[in-house]
């Protein structure tokens, strides 16, 4: 093993924390107003750089981190966190395959690894302090943060930015006066890499304790003045003297892939080196100008970005007055529609910083890690937080695309997973023979490695984001080739273990509701994935005309399995028999779980609505075709609806249960309450990123629903919003839906067909038939009727 990978096996085993534990504070502010400030409604804004926050991670260890105050960056692969300092600019930069760990047959939590940060980005600048007029910014328009202050009578800008179509993150510096830039570029690898400096590049190289090779280039490109390699003991850095503008280019890349055959036998970590290709990304982004290769960022970022606009009304000038961190508090309790629309499309730019074609899913801190121990590790954890949640809007605001990579690595990791199920005690039924097919335990890493106890209802989990991606396209090639699939071989899986009651009715075998237990069979939580699981594979092979035979068998299981009941107070039950007086006690926080009280009453409020996955994002349970249950949904939701917790991501998880329930203003109050427990950045947790990605969903699912075979039009539209609009919200069935309404009431929708299909319209106790061509659209009023 080489002599930098023992560095970071001793470094870890001491508990050495962050790299930014060496970090020096930013310079005081100074007052005064900024010329460049006029901040769109889609802009987020501070008068002031990031602060360090200090955390705790899982092991105790409290360290330094711009997590929640930064702000993101991202090209889906390489990430960025803005904090905007004046004298000292300060990076934390990210490559998403950057992980230690590897295959864990064993399932141990200490051997599974966890996501690594690749090191900080430091520009040191002379001269520019006082300062006066400071703004710090992030346009969700064109996905680029901005930083600018004036100081000694000169006016400075930066500009920052993730280039998807060049792979590499880009930072601009410019100055109204010529010759204004004196200062030097500093990279600190946060794995003791091996760093070379030669023609205007840093090359910085390097292996994490699995063996996992990485390398990071820099480029430093000035206009005007001079730069030279500056070497001393403390490491090689770049300086640059009266420059006119400096520009900056950094790539990273690892030797890992997408591969269980090479990952199996360790391949990859001696294949290809990514050092040509990062070369070849730096060469060409170095030769086009900096305007060039911002133009074509911005190009791409709205492709995407600029698919889906949501207008909820106009704020006041008090309210966009106030920059973000401000309004946000102020939000939480007032409604300001024009911030609400921010953090909805907030949401949506996260995802696509972070999930990107050709690339892996983002895991529980997004690509975003300043601290070598993550929360979680960093890990894909698959019960209702995290990974599903990250997903649950890609396809109904118009963002397809960034599914992909989470839908590719699941299947990657299926070989991994069956290998792992196959060779289980503890999952071979009572026939004693391993059941067909995979399932998963609670998390795990990019090489398909799990940890902690068996989750298998986890398997229906990937399975449901399988089927959606097809329900919204209607890709019967993709449904043939790649869901069905997915989907036969999971059925299969639960065709071998689930278990037989003795009145015939069919059960999940013990697991425990997320993450509130106790252990039992029949838990409802896994009781609804599975239902949806056989719903989503029946349907599946109707479309495609396969299987009839084992469709059939897969009916009947779902006829059989146990539906859950209703208790004493009118709840749906979490479990399959009332918990009257029993306290939770799970594997995952004793005490946080015992600290809700008893776990089936009124009074428990525990964080989980884990047993209302039927109503949201499952479908077995609605107000018209099983009322009672619904009804009881309602119940639960709302006793378990406290306010003011640790945890952020509950609210985006209950907003479009309360939605698809039609209670909107319910899940209205859930939005305005995660926005008051959000962090600066708004990015959603203090530690991780989960919460903000889906809450764009509770949007949708207000304004749209369409999982019931029709296209329900302003389904859940709460008072908040009396008068908006909303376009390019996707609906099942390839439909986009544009929505405009006054007054609480719908004025017109216009309905297009991206692929040619029929469809019901609902819009309150109205419902009409449409039938479009590909490509065509109809506009309907008020009354759903044709307008001319």
Not at 255 to 261: G, I, L, P
Not at 604 to 633: D, K, M, W, Y
Not at 651 to 671: F, H, V
Request: hydrophobic residues 35%; contains cysteine; charged residues 20%.
């Amino acid at each position: 093993m080489t002599s930098c990978c023992l560095f970071i096996l001793a470094r870890k085993f001491f508990g050495l924390v962050s790299l930014l534990c060496l970090a020096v504070g930013s310079s005081a502010l100074g007052a005064g107003s900024n010329p460049d400030a006029s901040p769109g409604a889609l802009t987020l804004w501070y008068d002031k750089p990031a602060e360090f926050s200090v955390q705790q991670n899982d092991y105790g260890i409290k360290y330094r981190t711009l997590f929640r105050t930064a702000l993101p960056l991202g090209n889906g692969r390489l990430g960025a966190l803005i904090k905007g300092g004046v004298a000292r600019e300060y990076l934390p930069l990210n490559e998403n395959t950057l992980w230690t760990g590897g295959l864990n047959p064993g399932g141990e939590y200490t051997k599974m690894g966890s996501y690594q940060p690749l090191g900080n980005l430091i520009i040191n600048l002379q001269g520019h302090e006082p300062f006066t007029q400071y703004r710090r910014s992030l346009d969700l328009y064109d996905g680029i943060a901005r930083a600018s202050y004036t100081s000694n009578g000169i006016h400075y800008r930066r500009e920052y930015f993730a280039s998807y179509p060049g792979q590499v993150i880009v930072i601009r510096l410019s100055a109204d006066k010529p010759g204004s830039y004196t200062g030097s570029v500093v990279f600190n690898d946060a794995h003791s890499g091996f760093m070379e400096v030669k023609d205007r590049r840093m090359t910085i190289s390097g292996c994490l304790d699995n063996a996992l090779k990485y390398e990071t280039q820099i480029l430093v490109l000035n206009e005007g003045g001079s730069q030279q390699v500056h070497r001393d003991e403390y490491g090689d850095a770049i300086d640059f003297k009266d420059c006119d503008s400096v520009t900056i280019i950094a790539a990273a890349g690892t030797t890992y892939a997408m591969d269980y055959a090479k990952i199996a036998d360790n391949a990859h970590y001696r294949g290809e080196l990514p050092h040509e290709r990062l070369t070849r990304q730096i060469d060409a982004a170095g030769t086009v100008s900096y305007e060039k290769l911002k133009a074509a960022h911005v190009t791409d970022y709205q492709s995407l970005f600029n698919r889906f606009s949501i207008n909820l009304g106009a704020s006041t000038g008090a309210q966009r007055a106030l920059p973000t961190d401000l309004r946000r508090g102020r939000a939480a309790k007032d409604t300001d529609p024009e911030f609400e629309q921010l953090i909805c499309q907030y949401g949506r730019y996260l995802v696509i910083a972070c999930s990107r074609p050709g690339g892996i899913a983002p895991n529980g801190n997004g690509i975003w890690t300043d601290t070598y121990f993550p929360a979680l590790g960093g890990k894909y954890c698959n019960d209702i937080a995290q990974e599903p949640l990250n997903y649950w809007a890609v396809e109904t605001t118009n963002l397809a695309d960034c599914h992909l990579p989470y839908l590719d690595m699941v299947q990657s990791q299926i070989p991994a997973w069956r290998k792992d199920t196959r060779d289980a005690a503890e999952l071979k039924p009572a026939s004693g023979k391993s059941p067909r097919g995979w399932t998963v335990r609670g998390c795990h890493n990019i090489m398909g490695g799990q940890a902690f106890w068996w989750h298998q209802p986890g398997n229906a989990w990937y399975c449901l984001h399988f089927w959606e991606h097809y329900a919204f396209s209607m890709d019967k090639d993709y449904l043939a080739k790649v869901a069905y699939p997915v989907l036969k071989e999971t059925c299969e899986y639960w065709e071998d273990s689930l278990k037989a009651l003795p009145d015939g009715r069919l059960v999940v075998p013990k697991i425990f509701s997320p993450e509130h237990g106790p252990w039992e069979e029949g838990v409802s939580y896994g009781q609804e994935l599975v239902w949806d699981l056989l719903t989503n594979y029946i349907e599946a092979s109707s479309i495609l005309g396969i299987d009839k035979e084992y469709r059939e068998k897969v009916a009947a299981l779902r006829e059989k399995l146990l539906v859950p009941g209703i208790g004493s107070w009118g709840q749906l039950l979490e479990w399959m028999t009332e918990k009257k007086d029993a306290v939770s006690v799970t594997p995952f926080d004793k005490s946080m779980d015992a600290k809700d009280g008893p776990i089936d009453t009124p009074e428990n409020t525990h964080r989980h609505t884990s047993h209302l996955v039927g109503v949201f994002p499952c479908r077995q349970f609605s107000i018209e075709q099983t009322p009672e249950l619904a009804t009881a949904a309602l119940v639960s939701l709302k006793a378990r609806s406290n306010k003011g917790d640790h945890a952020p991501w509950k609210y985006p998880t209950r907003a479009p249960i309360y939605a698809r329930l039609y209670q909107g203003d319910l899940a209205y109050d859930q939005i305005q309450q995660f926005i008051g427990v959000n962090t600066p950045n708004l990015i959603g947790d203090s530690v991780e990123c989960d919460g903000a990605p889906g809450l764009p969903e509770s949007f949708a699912e207000m304004l749209v629903q369409s999982h019931q075979g029709n296209i329900h039009l302003l389904p859940a539209l709460p008072k908040a919003w009396p008068s908006g609009s909303v376009k390019a919200i996707r609906a099942r069935g390839g439909f986009e839906v544009d929505e405009t309404w006054a007054d609480g009431k719908l004025t017109y929708a216009t309905i297009r067909s991206v692929t040619g299909n029929s469809a019901s319209v609902r819009y309150g106790e109205k419902t009409i038939k449409i039938d479009l061509q590909p490509g065509s659209s109809v506009v309907l009023d008020e009354n759903l009727q044709p307008k001319n």
